[in-house]
């Protein structure tokens, strides 16, 4: 309970620094709408068959609004040199690898909550039909961002141009996380039930995040040490 | 003695290639496809390669991060580029025979879809390397997106097959046709070709990096007298 | 290797091509305070960053008790003070002491969080942000910092640099109460006089390599420049 209680201690700091700031989740808010907005300009809207496969839409949303919250992830480890200080307190990899990915997990969820909203006002779509399969999405989905993010964006932290990097780096690792989150989104949103063949994707969501979360467990170490 | 070896496999190579040229163009033109599924003799070998070698490129990374010896990183740059190059080839030669059968450069069909990924996520492994500079640094977090790359390429490989099975595309001929005896043996001969290609390219590539390595050696010996 | 507070054995480090460090021997024994002297580039920093377990050196060892710098445990008895000053800006001080306590598992974080805001003389401003505190009160949360969790070991690097008089002699309290304690102290310092004052041994980085490693002398006190006219170079 000693590791969880560390854990909880960086989640913790990451969560409060961020919220005295504010700096990540506003930019990654008013990301969401700027993108939302254009996509709104690119598919029409107002057609039928362009709302039944908005549910997809989101994940691109979601995804680069959540790399602006993943890349201030270790970045904000730099300033006063603070990254030292964590890598030399006796917390295991594992450990500042979980508590930064919880606090990313939480702000990035935050943001797609509040992009859902205005999706389905710009839309015009009831997205809630089928709201809590909807919301399982979103959390399996949006961790697999997170967990691999977090590792990405401890790899990236020191190279220049590390806000290209880290999503030329993440997203095509995400493809089939991202790939399943889109098509299960598209058919919540238009109000489906998931059954039968579909349910394959949940199946996938599941496997990618514990695999990729197992991986991020284990390498952290070398990542921060070097 | 390794310059030997590769200078063996190299000929070997090129010999079983240029015999192998002659023998398929000699072959009756398959039933439905014509002369254009000769193409798949250099299409599968070169995936069939490039597939082993990201499972070399895996088995190098994790040896670097366990023993630090940077010849293992040498093996995971060099073999990782090769593989580049020889799905680079499954790509384009898959993107001529679409356009032949299908009549487009590009089908979505579930190989070439997984096949491009996998090139993006190993493109992304080179991009990683050019960014860092520190060669200690630099071998370790390529070790480690190399570990990801490799995990997820059978990930890739699934979803997208679900993503097209799920949503069935209009029927077309089948890559793999009837395929005769005779082919089978030149099919067969065609894809050690290939792979004695891959591992003498990848020996070539492994000395320019040792070389390399003996060159920033030797400096780092000068600038400490 | 013995199991002296710091032992380094044949430690190489290079960046690419260059030897930042050549060939660093030497042992300093507990409740020494070492005095680590050299030019700007010397190597000073990378050596005590590989002490402090931040970089592996190319070859040799270094050993804090007769472990690696990056065991759990001894992770826990060393104290480093580096160029930043390793506090959140967007923290206030006594966040940020809670913080590492917790990190560093100590039994009553904020009990210990408060003591060092007062040993440092921060109490008064313990809910202030660190990104509004000034330079020297700045330097004063990282010595703070740096002590919390009680430390055998403490290396600091130009820890007196740009410190106004109260951080001074806060930082100068800290050492030698530390000192007393039997704790182990090596610091970096351009700053001579206040590191003789302290010091009760000195070594000269020249180019890499340890030009000189021996007790501090009274000539040292009187006339810091007078080790680096006798073993560095000019």
Known sequence: MRFLGQVMVITAKDLRAEMRTKEAINASFAFALVVLLLLSFAFDPTEETTREISGGLLWIVFTFAGTLVLNRSFARELPNDCL??????PVPGPALFLGKALANFVLILAVELVALPVFGIFYNVRWTRQFWPLMLVLVLGTWGLTSIGTVFSALTVNIRLREVMLPLLVYPV???MLLGAMRLSALLVAGQAIAGDETVWFKLLFGFDIIFTALSLVLMDTVLLG | MRQKVMIAMLALAAVLLVRNLYVISMLPDEMRQGQIFRIIFFHVPAAASAMIGS???LIASVLFLLTRNFKYDALAVAVTEVGLAFLAVNLVTGSIWARVIWGVWWA??????????????????????????EPTQRATFAAVYSIFAFTDVPIVYFSIRW???????????????????????????NMVAMFLLYAALTMIRLRQEETQREIDYLRRTVHAI | MSDAAVDCSGVWKFYGDYPALRNISFEVPAGRCLALIGRNGAGKTTLLRILAGFSKPGK????????EPRDTETRRRIGFIGHGIAVYDELSALENLRLFAKLYRLPDAERAA??????????????????EFSRGMRQRLAVARAFLHGPSVLLLDEPF?????????????????????????????????????????????????????????????NNPGWVYSQYGES
């Open chain 1, 84 to 89: 030292d200080a964590l890598i030399a307190a």
């Open chain 1, 174 to 176: 995400l493809i089939p």
């Open chain 2, 55 to 57: 499972a070399v490129a």
């Open chain 2, 108 to 133: 979505w069909d579930a190989r070439l879809t997984s096949a491009l990924i996998c090139w993006i996520l190993y493109a992304g492994y080179l991009i990683l390397r050019q960014a860092l500079e």
């Open chain 2, 163 to 189: 993503w097209r099975t799920l949503h069935p595309q209009p029927v077309f001929f089948s890559k793999s046709g009837s395929f005769p005896p005779d082919w089978s043996r030149a099919f067969l001969i």
């Open chain 3, 60 to 67: 040799g060892q270094a050993r804090i008790f007769g472990h």
């Open chain 3, 114 to 131: 408060r003591e060092w805001l007062e040993r440092t003389g921060l109490e008064r401003v313990r809910d202030g942000l660190v990104r």
């Open chain 3, 161 to 221: 640099t740009a410190l106004d008089d109260r951080a001074v002699a806060v930082l100068q309290t800290v050492l030698r109460d530390a000192l007393a304690a039997g704790r182990t102290v090596i610091m970096s310092t351009h700053q001579l006089r206040e590191a003789m004052e302290l010091a009760t041994h000195v070594a000269l980085i020249n180019r890499g390599r340890i030009a000189f490693h021996g007790e501090r002398t009274e000539e040292m006190v």
